[in-house]
């Protein structure tokens, strides 16, 4: 079972920035699932869980329109780490950000993916609150 274990959420006045960091952790079962997805997510309670960003093995990046140009998503292999840097930050930023992932043999069609029901591991968020 992996663990991804999210850090790095605080408060930040509007325009500041906030670095997100996501470690994995434990065995993902099959050692011939070698691809991968990961993304982040975020949620405002009582509405859906949103996806902001994800990356896949191949390093290709998928982007929230809301967020592109201003949140960049980054991996670093040799620390099992995944990267949120948020920059220019909004007060609709504000919610509980999650980290996600999964494994496969292959990478599915229109990789990296950005729906939560294309991944089967998760964080236990991390919160930001973005002020006016």
Do not use: H
């Amino acid at each position: 079972q992996v663990q991804l274990v999210e850090s790095g959420g605080g408060s930040v006045q509007a325009g500041g920035s906030l670095r997100l960091s996501c470690v994995a952790s434990g065995n993902r079962g099959d050692r011939y699932k070698s691809r991968y997805n990961m993304a982040w997510f975020r949620q405002v309670p009582g509405e859906e869980r949103e996806g902001v960003a994800s990356i896949d093995s191949d390093g290709d990046r998928r982007y929230a329109g809301s967020v592109e140009g201003r949140f960049t998503i980054s991996q670093d292999n040799a620390k099992n780490t995944l990267y949120l840097q948020m920059n220019s930050l909004r007060p609709e930023d504000t919610a509980t950000y999650y980290c996600a992932a999964k494994w496969f043999y292959a990478l599915p069609y229109g990789s990296p993916v950005l729906s939560a029901t294309d991944f089967d591991s998760w964080g236990q968020g991390t919160q930001v609150i973005v002020s006016s």
